[in-house]
Protein backbone atom coordinates (compact mmCIF):
# COMPACT_ATOMS: atom_id res chain seq x y z
CA UNK A 1 0.00 0.00 0.00
CA UNK A 2 1.14 3.76 -0.98
CA UNK A 3 2.15 5.86 1.73
CA UNK A 4 0.23 9.06 2.01
CA UNK A 5 2.47 11.89 3.72
CA UNK A 6 1.16 14.93 4.88
CA UNK A 7 2.52 17.99 6.25
CA UNK A 8 1.51 18.63 10.49
CA UNK A 9 -0.95 21.83 10.93
CA UNK A 10 1.11 23.16 14.09
CA UNK A 11 2.91 25.93 12.66
CA UNK A 12 5.68 25.41 15.01
CA UNK A 13 6.91 21.85 13.11
CA UNK A 14 9.50 23.44 10.33
CA UNK A 15 8.31 22.58 7.03
CA UNK A 16 10.35 19.57 5.44
CA UNK A 17 10.60 21.11 1.79
CA UNK A 18 14.07 22.70 2.16
CA UNK A 19 16.99 20.49 2.46
CA UNK A 20 19.59 23.52 3.57
CA UNK A 21 19.90 22.07 6.84
CA UNK A 22 21.66 18.59 8.07
CA UNK A 23 18.92 16.18 8.86
CA UNK A 24 19.12 13.56 10.80
CA UNK A 25 17.07 10.36 10.50
CA UNK A 26 16.00 9.36 13.87
CA UNK A 27 13.84 6.46 14.82
CA UNK A 28 9.88 6.19 14.50
CA UNK A 29 8.36 7.38 17.94
CA UNK A 30 6.84 4.55 19.76
CA UNK A 31 3.43 4.29 21.17
CA UNK A 32 3.52 4.27 24.81
CA UNK A 33 1.00 3.01 27.55
CA UNK A 34 -1.14 6.89 28.56
CA UNK A 35 -0.39 6.37 31.90
CA UNK A 36 -0.43 10.42 32.36
CA UNK A 37 -4.65 10.27 31.21
CA UNK A 38 -5.51 6.94 32.77
CA UNK A 39 -3.88 9.21 36.56
CA UNK A 40 -5.19 12.26 35.44
CA UNK A 41 -8.91 10.45 35.23
CA UNK A 42 -8.13 8.94 38.93
CA UNK A 43 -7.70 12.15 40.16
CA UNK A 44 -10.74 13.93 38.27
CA UNK A 45 -13.17 10.94 39.52
CA UNK A 46 -11.44 10.27 42.93
CA UNK A 47 -11.96 14.04 44.03
CA UNK A 48 -15.59 14.47 42.39
CA UNK A 49 -16.59 11.79 44.59
CA UNK A 50 -14.87 12.45 47.30
CA UNK A 51 -16.43 16.20 47.21
CA UNK A 52 -19.89 15.14 46.44
CA UNK A 53 -19.17 12.63 49.66
CA UNK A 54 -18.67 15.42 52.08
CA UNK A 55 -21.79 17.45 50.37
CA UNK A 56 -23.67 14.95 51.81
CA UNK A 57 -22.29 14.77 54.97
CA UNK A 58 -22.64 18.65 55.39
CA UNK A 59 -26.33 18.54 54.19
CA UNK A 60 -26.88 15.49 56.65
CA UNK A 61 -25.24 17.82 59.96
CA UNK A 62 -27.11 20.75 58.60
CA UNK A 63 -23.64 22.62 57.71
CA UNK A 64 -25.43 24.60 54.54
CA UNK A 65 -22.17 26.86 54.06
CA UNK A 66 -20.08 24.27 54.04
CA UNK A 67 -22.02 22.29 51.64
CA UNK A 68 -22.39 25.17 49.51
CA UNK A 69 -18.99 26.04 48.71
CA UNK A 70 -18.04 22.60 48.70
CA UNK A 71 -20.09 22.07 46.09
CA UNK A 72 -19.27 25.29 43.93
CA UNK A 73 -15.85 24.89 43.67
CA UNK A 74 -16.51 20.92 42.90
CA UNK A 75 -18.84 22.43 40.19
CA UNK A 76 -17.23 25.06 38.54
CA UNK A 77 -13.93 23.09 38.27
CA UNK A 78 -15.84 20.03 36.41
CA UNK A 79 -17.50 22.42 34.15
CA UNK A 80 -14.30 23.94 32.85
CA UNK A 81 -13.12 20.53 32.50
CA UNK A 82 -15.64 19.76 30.51
CA UNK A 83 -15.20 22.75 28.27
CA UNK A 84 -11.52 22.33 28.12
CA UNK A 85 -11.60 18.71 26.36
CA UNK A 86 -14.59 19.79 24.41
CA UNK A 87 -12.60 22.77 22.81
CA UNK A 88 -8.98 21.15 22.62
CA UNK A 89 -10.53 18.01 20.40
CA UNK A 90 -13.25 20.37 18.32
CA UNK A 91 -16.21 18.66 19.25
CA UNK A 92 -18.87 21.12 18.51
CA UNK A 93 -17.65 20.42 14.77
CA UNK A 94 -18.12 16.71 14.91
CA UNK A 95 -20.67 14.07 15.00
CA UNK A 96 -20.16 12.67 18.36
CA UNK A 97 -23.70 12.64 20.78
CA UNK A 98 -22.44 10.29 23.19
CA UNK A 99 -19.33 11.89 23.85
CA UNK A 100 -21.18 15.33 24.17
CA UNK A 101 -23.72 13.29 26.60
CA UNK A 102 -21.65 12.23 28.73
CA UNK A 103 -19.83 15.67 28.80
CA UNK A 104 -22.50 16.97 30.07
CA UNK A 105 -23.40 14.57 32.29
CA UNK A 106 -19.63 15.98 33.81
CA UNK A 107 -18.45 12.30 33.25
CA UNK A 108 -16.61 13.27 29.89
CA UNK A 109 -12.88 12.81 31.35
CA UNK A 110 -13.99 8.78 31.60
CA UNK A 111 -15.10 8.58 28.00
CA UNK A 112 -12.29 10.62 26.84
CA UNK A 113 -10.15 7.79 28.68
CA UNK A 114 -11.92 4.86 27.12
CA UNK A 115 -10.94 6.20 23.68
CA UNK A 116 -7.62 6.57 24.41
CA UNK A 117 -7.27 3.37 25.74
CA UNK A 118 -8.76 1.87 22.70
CA UNK A 119 -6.80 3.96 20.38
CA UNK A 120 -3.70 2.56 22.21
CA UNK A 121 -5.04 -0.58 21.83
CA UNK A 122 -5.44 -0.79 18.35
CA UNK A 123 -1.95 0.39 17.83
CA UNK A 124 -0.63 -2.29 20.71
CA UNK A 125 -2.55 -4.87 18.01
CA UNK A 126 -0.83 -3.65 14.61
CA UNK A 127 2.62 -3.06 16.18
CA UNK A 128 4.77 -3.61 13.33
CA UNK A 129 2.82 -2.33 10.52
CA UNK A 130 3.40 0.56 8.63
CA UNK A 131 0.12 3.01 8.86
CA UNK A 132 -0.69 4.23 5.16
CA UNK A 133 -0.85 7.93 6.71
CA UNK A 134 2.26 9.44 8.29
CA UNK A 135 3.35 12.69 9.18
CA UNK A 136 6.86 14.35 8.90
CA UNK A 137 8.13 16.12 11.99
CA UNK A 138 11.24 17.84 12.70
CA UNK A 139 12.90 18.96 15.97
CA UNK A 140 15.87 20.37 17.38
CA UNK A 141 17.98 18.33 20.06
CA UNK A 142 21.15 19.43 21.93
CA UNK A 143 23.39 16.18 21.79
CA UNK A 144 26.89 17.27 23.25
CA UNK A 145 26.03 20.49 24.01
CA UNK A 146 25.28 20.97 19.91
CA UNK A 147 22.14 21.72 18.19
CA UNK A 148 21.03 18.54 15.99
CA UNK A 149 18.27 18.90 13.69
CA UNK A 150 16.13 15.04 13.92
CA UNK A 151 13.23 13.81 11.39
CA UNK A 152 10.98 10.68 11.89
CA UNK A 153 7.80 9.86 10.85
CA UNK A 154 4.29 9.97 13.43
CA UNK A 155 1.75 8.15 12.16
CA UNK A 156 -2.26 9.51 12.44
CA UNK A 157 -2.87 6.90 15.33
CA UNK A 158 0.13 8.21 17.26
CA UNK A 159 -0.95 11.97 16.88
CA UNK A 160 -4.11 11.25 17.95
CA UNK A 161 -3.15 9.28 20.99
CA UNK A 162 -0.87 12.18 21.90
CA UNK A 163 -3.41 14.72 21.36
CA UNK A 164 -5.35 13.12 23.82
CA UNK A 165 -2.48 13.33 26.11
CA UNK A 166 -2.15 17.31 25.65
CA UNK A 167 -5.70 17.57 26.16
CA UNK A 168 -5.18 15.55 29.52
CA UNK A 169 -2.38 17.54 30.40
CA UNK A 170 -4.74 20.92 29.98
CA UNK A 171 -7.30 19.52 31.96
CA UNK A 172 -5.19 18.66 35.16
CA UNK A 173 -4.18 22.24 35.16
CA UNK A 174 -8.10 23.18 34.95
CA UNK A 175 -8.57 21.46 37.32
CA UNK A 176 -5.45 21.55 39.93
CA UNK A 177 -5.66 25.60 39.90
CA UNK A 178 -9.68 26.14 39.84
CA UNK A 179 -10.98 23.30 41.40
CA UNK A 180 -8.68 21.75 43.81
CA UNK A 181 -6.54 24.78 45.19
CA UNK A 182 -10.04 26.37 46.50
CA UNK A 183 -11.40 23.04 47.35
CA UNK A 184 -8.13 22.36 49.27
CA UNK A 185 -7.78 25.84 51.26
CA UNK A 186 -11.25 25.37 51.87
CA UNK A 187 -11.20 22.00 53.46
CA UNK A 188 -8.01 23.09 55.23
CA UNK A 189 -10.13 26.07 56.97
CA UNK A 190 -13.00 24.08 57.75
CA UNK A 191 -10.70 21.72 59.58
CA UNK A 192 -9.21 24.23 61.23
CA UNK A 193 -12.12 26.18 62.74
CA UNK A 194 -13.85 22.70 63.11
CA UNK A 195 -10.79 20.80 65.28
CA UNK A 196 -11.79 17.83 63.62
CA UNK A 197 -10.69 15.79 60.59
CA UNK A 198 -12.82 13.07 59.36
CA UNK A 199 -11.93 10.65 57.01
CA UNK A 200 -13.99 11.48 54.07
CA UNK A 201 -12.62 15.27 54.51
CA UNK A 202 -9.20 13.66 54.96
CA UNK A 203 -9.77 11.95 51.48
CA UNK A 204 -10.79 15.04 49.87
CA UNK A 205 -7.66 16.81 51.01
CA UNK A 206 -5.24 14.05 49.86
CA UNK A 207 -6.83 13.80 46.39
CA UNK A 208 -6.80 17.86 45.82
CA UNK A 209 -3.19 18.23 47.01
CA UNK A 210 -1.86 15.26 44.53
CA UNK A 211 -4.05 17.37 42.11
CA UNK A 212 -2.49 20.75 42.49
CA UNK A 213 0.96 19.10 42.79
CA UNK A 214 0.92 17.68 39.74
CA UNK A 215 -0.97 20.31 37.88
CA UNK A 216 1.95 22.27 38.72
CA UNK A 217 4.59 20.25 37.72
CA UNK A 218 2.87 19.64 33.93
CA UNK A 219 2.81 23.61 34.51
CA UNK A 220 6.37 23.55 34.29
CA UNK A 221 6.63 21.06 31.15
CA UNK A 222 4.47 22.74 29.48
CA UNK A 223 5.85 26.41 29.67
CA UNK A 224 9.38 24.67 28.65
CA UNK A 225 7.24 23.03 25.59
CA UNK A 226 5.64 26.44 24.78
CA UNK A 227 8.78 28.62 25.38
CA UNK A 228 10.80 26.09 23.41
CA UNK A 229 8.66 24.21 20.66
CA UNK A 230 11.44 23.99 18.01
CA UNK A 231 13.13 21.23 20.38
CA UNK A 232 12.70 18.03 21.84
CA UNK A 233 12.73 18.03 25.44
CA UNK A 234 13.32 15.05 27.65
CA UNK A 235 13.13 15.56 31.07
CA UNK A 236 14.74 12.49 33.65
CA UNK A 237 13.76 11.29 36.49
CA UNK A 238 16.20 13.72 38.99
CA UNK A 239 14.76 17.08 37.14
CA UNK A 240 10.95 15.62 37.62
CA UNK A 241 11.80 15.10 41.35
CA UNK A 242 13.15 18.84 41.60
CA UNK A 243 10.28 20.25 40.33
CA UNK A 244 8.28 18.17 42.37
CA UNK A 245 9.89 19.02 45.49
CA UNK A 246 9.74 21.88 44.63
CA UNK A 247 6.30 23.01 43.57
CA UNK A 248 5.04 20.99 46.38
CA UNK A 249 6.47 22.57 48.88
CA UNK A 250 5.88 25.78 47.08
CA UNK A 251 2.40 25.64 47.34
CA UNK A 252 1.77 23.61 50.72
CA UNK A 253 3.47 26.17 52.62
CA UNK A 254 1.39 29.40 50.49
CA UNK A 255 -1.87 27.37 50.92
CA UNK A 256 -1.51 26.88 55.01
CA UNK A 257 -0.34 30.74 55.07
CA UNK A 258 -3.33 31.46 53.88
CA UNK A 259 -5.21 29.59 55.29
CA UNK A 260 -3.83 30.53 59.10
CA UNK A 261 -4.29 34.04 57.56
CA UNK A 262 -8.12 33.73 56.91
CA UNK A 263 -8.66 31.87 60.00
CA UNK A 264 -6.99 34.34 61.97
CA UNK A 265 -9.04 37.49 60.49
CA UNK A 266 -11.66 35.71 59.74
CA UNK A 267 -14.07 37.94 57.22
CA UNK A 268 -11.54 40.94 57.33
CA UNK A 269 -8.67 38.79 55.28
CA UNK A 270 -11.07 38.46 52.35
CA UNK A 271 -10.42 41.99 50.87
CA UNK A 272 -7.28 41.62 51.00
CA UNK A 273 -7.00 37.91 49.06
CA UNK A 274 -10.09 39.42 46.92
CA UNK A 275 -7.59 42.63 46.21
CA UNK A 276 -4.51 40.27 45.62
CA UNK A 277 -6.54 37.71 42.91
CA UNK A 278 -7.87 41.28 41.35
CA UNK A 279 -3.94 42.45 40.64
CA UNK A 280 -3.24 39.07 39.03
CA UNK A 281 -6.18 39.11 37.32
CA UNK A 282 -5.94 42.63 35.39
CA UNK A 283 -2.14 42.85 35.31
CA UNK A 284 -2.22 41.40 31.79
CA UNK A 285 -5.04 43.22 30.86
CA UNK A 286 -3.76 46.47 31.86
CA UNK A 287 -0.50 45.90 29.98
CA UNK A 288 -2.30 45.12 26.85
CA UNK A 289 -4.47 48.26 26.97
CA UNK A 290 -1.29 50.31 27.89
CA UNK A 291 0.34 48.71 24.86
CA UNK A 292 -2.30 49.57 22.60
CA UNK A 293 -2.11 46.56 20.49
CA UNK A 294 -5.59 45.03 18.75
CA UNK A 295 -7.08 41.74 19.99
CA UNK A 296 -5.82 38.85 18.15
CA UNK A 297 -8.09 37.48 15.72
CA UNK A 298 -6.33 34.35 14.78
CA UNK A 299 -5.90 32.18 18.04
CA UNK A 300 -8.28 29.49 16.78
CA UNK A 301 -10.01 29.19 13.11
CA UNK A 302 -13.56 29.65 12.71
CA UNK A 303 -13.52 32.03 15.84
CA UNK A 304 -15.57 35.61 16.12
CA UNK A 305 -13.96 38.27 18.04
CA UNK A 306 -16.65 36.90 21.31
CA UNK A 307 -15.29 33.55 21.17
CA UNK A 308 -11.47 35.06 21.23
CA UNK A 309 -12.64 37.31 24.09
CA UNK A 310 -13.88 34.24 26.14
CA UNK A 311 -10.69 32.59 25.67
CA UNK A 312 -8.78 35.18 26.66
CA UNK A 313 -10.45 35.94 30.00
CA UNK A 314 -10.81 32.14 30.49
CA UNK A 315 -6.60 31.86 30.11
CA UNK A 316 -6.78 34.93 32.20
CA UNK A 317 -8.55 33.22 34.95
CA UNK A 318 -6.19 30.38 34.84
CA UNK A 319 -2.93 32.60 34.57
CA UNK A 320 -4.55 34.30 38.02
CA UNK A 321 -5.20 31.04 39.93
CA UNK A 322 -2.22 30.21 39.01
CA UNK A 323 -0.42 32.92 40.40
CA UNK A 324 -2.24 32.82 42.94
CA UNK A 325 -0.55 30.02 44.23
CA UNK A 326 2.69 29.48 42.77
CA UNK A 327 4.40 30.70 39.71
CA UNK A 328 2.97 30.17 36.55
CA UNK A 329 6.84 29.54 34.76
CA UNK A 330 5.45 31.86 32.21
CA UNK A 331 4.50 35.57 31.64
CA UNK A 332 0.91 36.06 30.04
CA UNK A 333 0.65 38.57 26.78
CA UNK A 334 -2.60 39.02 25.80
CA UNK A 335 -1.35 41.06 22.62
CA UNK A 336 0.61 38.31 20.91
CA UNK A 337 -0.99 35.39 19.56
CA UNK A 338 0.85 32.45 21.28
CA UNK A 339 -0.61 34.69 23.87
CA UNK A 340 2.42 34.09 26.33
CA UNK A 341 6.33 35.62 26.05
CA UNK A 342 8.72 33.05 25.41
CA UNK A 343 11.82 35.22 26.77
CA UNK A 344 13.43 33.48 29.77
CA UNK A 345 12.11 36.73 31.41
CA UNK A 346 14.25 36.29 35.00
CA UNK A 347 12.87 39.65 36.30
CA UNK A 348 9.42 38.39 35.93
CA UNK A 349 10.21 35.30 38.44
CA UNK A 350 12.57 37.16 40.33
CA UNK A 351 9.76 39.99 41.26
CA UNK A 352 6.90 37.05 41.53
CA UNK A 353 8.83 35.39 44.42
CA UNK A 354 10.13 38.74 46.17
CA UNK A 355 6.47 40.20 46.39
CA UNK A 356 4.98 36.67 47.16
CA UNK A 357 7.52 35.98 50.07
CA UNK A 358 6.72 39.76 51.38
CA UNK A 359 3.34 38.18 51.70
CA UNK A 360 3.88 35.23 53.16
CA UNK A 361 5.90 36.64 55.77
CA UNK A 362 3.37 39.74 56.80
CA UNK A 363 0.47 36.95 56.61
CA UNK A 364 2.60 34.76 58.88
CA UNK A 365 3.11 37.56 61.58
CA UNK A 366 -0.79 38.29 62.16
CA UNK A 367 -1.28 34.62 62.08
CA UNK A 368 1.55 34.61 65.01
CA UNK A 369 0.73 38.40 67.06
CA UNK A 370 -3.21 38.01 66.42
CA UNK A 371 -3.86 33.89 65.94
CA UNK A 372 -4.45 33.25 69.78
CA UNK A 373 -8.13 31.32 69.31
CA UNK A 374 -6.00 28.93 66.51
CA UNK A 375 -3.90 25.95 67.15
CA UNK A 376 -3.52 26.78 71.04
CA UNK A 377 -1.74 23.31 71.52
CA UNK A 378 1.16 24.26 69.46
CA UNK A 379 3.62 27.07 69.36
CA UNK A 380 2.56 29.53 66.81
CA UNK A 381 6.02 31.17 66.45
CA UNK A 382 7.28 27.72 65.61
CA UNK A 383 4.64 26.76 63.12
CA UNK A 384 5.37 30.72 61.22
CA UNK A 385 8.92 30.06 60.86
CA UNK A 386 8.70 26.20 59.26
CA UNK A 387 6.12 27.97 57.27
CA UNK A 388 8.57 30.33 56.02
CA UNK A 389 11.72 27.90 56.05
CA UNK A 390 9.45 25.43 53.86
CA UNK A 391 8.95 28.34 51.35
CA UNK A 392 12.16 29.44 50.88
CA UNK A 393 13.58 25.56 50.70
CA UNK A 394 11.23 25.57 47.67
CA UNK A 395 12.64 28.39 45.70
CA UNK A 396 16.10 26.98 46.50
CA UNK A 397 14.83 23.73 45.04
CA UNK A 398 13.49 26.21 42.16
CA UNK A 399 17.04 28.42 41.90
CA UNK A 400 18.66 24.61 41.50
CA UNK A 401 16.45 23.56 38.78
CA UNK A 402 17.42 26.66 36.56
CA UNK A 403 20.93 26.25 36.87
CA UNK A 404 21.76 22.65 36.93
CA UNK A 405 19.05 20.35 35.80
CA UNK A 406 17.06 22.79 32.92
CA UNK A 407 17.18 20.16 29.91
CA UNK A 408 17.92 23.46 27.76
CA UNK A 409 20.03 25.43 30.42
CA UNK A 410 22.80 26.11 27.40
CA UNK A 411 20.37 27.87 25.74
CA UNK A 412 20.19 30.61 27.99
CA UNK A 413 21.81 34.13 27.16
CA UNK A 414 22.54 34.11 31.09
CA UNK A 415 22.05 31.70 34.40
CA UNK A 416 20.66 32.34 37.46
CA UNK A 417 24.30 33.30 39.03
CA UNK A 418 24.76 35.63 36.24
CA UNK A 419 21.44 37.47 36.89
CA UNK A 420 21.79 37.71 40.72
CA UNK A 421 25.10 38.78 39.96
CA UNK A 422 24.21 41.37 37.76
CA UNK A 423 21.64 42.82 40.19
CA UNK A 424 24.21 42.99 42.86
CA UNK A 425 26.77 44.67 40.53
CA UNK A 426 23.87 47.83 40.69
CA UNK A 427 24.14 48.34 44.31
CA UNK A 428 27.34 49.17 44.21
CA UNK A 429 28.94 52.69 44.56
CA UNK A 430 28.78 54.49 41.02
CA UNK A 431 32.44 55.02 41.11
CA UNK A 432 33.18 52.53 38.33
CA UNK A 433 30.65 52.89 36.20
CA UNK A 434 33.37 50.91 33.28
CA UNK A 435 33.78 48.07 34.96
CA UNK A 436 30.47 47.85 35.87
CA UNK A 437 29.06 47.64 32.27
CA UNK A 438 31.71 45.58 31.53
CA UNK A 439 31.34 43.15 34.22
CA UNK A 440 27.69 42.54 33.40
CA UNK A 441 28.04 42.04 29.70
CA UNK A 442 30.36 39.71 30.32
CA UNK A 443 28.16 37.74 32.85
CA UNK A 444 25.08 38.45 30.34
CA UNK A 445 27.43 36.69 27.52
CA UNK A 446 27.76 33.86 29.53
CA UNK A 447 25.41 30.70 29.35
CA UNK A 448 25.40 27.38 31.51
CA UNK A 449 27.66 24.36 30.70
Same mark, same amino acid.
Given at each position: MDRVYEMPEDPSVDQVSSLEEDVIRGANPRFTFPFGILFSTFLYCGEAASALYMVRIYRKNNESYWMA /? $? #?? *? *? =? *???????? $?????????????PLSLFMHLILLGPVIRCLEAMIKYLTLWKKEGQEEPYVS?? +??? =???? @?????????????? +? $????HRNAYKRMSQIQAFLGSVPQLTYQLYVTLISAEVPLGRAVLMVFSLISVTYGATLCNMLAMQI? /??? &????????????? $?????????? !?????????????????? #?? %??? #????????????? !?? @??QMPSNIEKNFSRVGTLVVLISVTVLYAGINFSCWSAMQLRLAD???????????????? &??? !??????????? *??????????? /????????????? /??????? =?????? &??????? %? #??????? &????????????? !??????????????????
Open positions: /Y $T #FS *F *F =M *FSSIMVQL $TLVFVHRDLAKDKLT +RKK =MLIN @GEEVLIEWEVGHSI +R $TLAMK /YDE &YKIRLGPLEVLCI $TIWRSLEITS !RLMILVLFSATLKLKAVP #FL %LLN #FLIILFEPWVKFW !RS @GARELVDKGQNWGHMGLH &YSV !RLVENVIMVLV *FNFFGVKILLN /YCHSLIALQLIIA /YLISIGF =MLLFFQ &YLHPLRS %L #FTHNVVD &YLHCVCCHRHPQG !RPENLQSSCEAEARQSIV
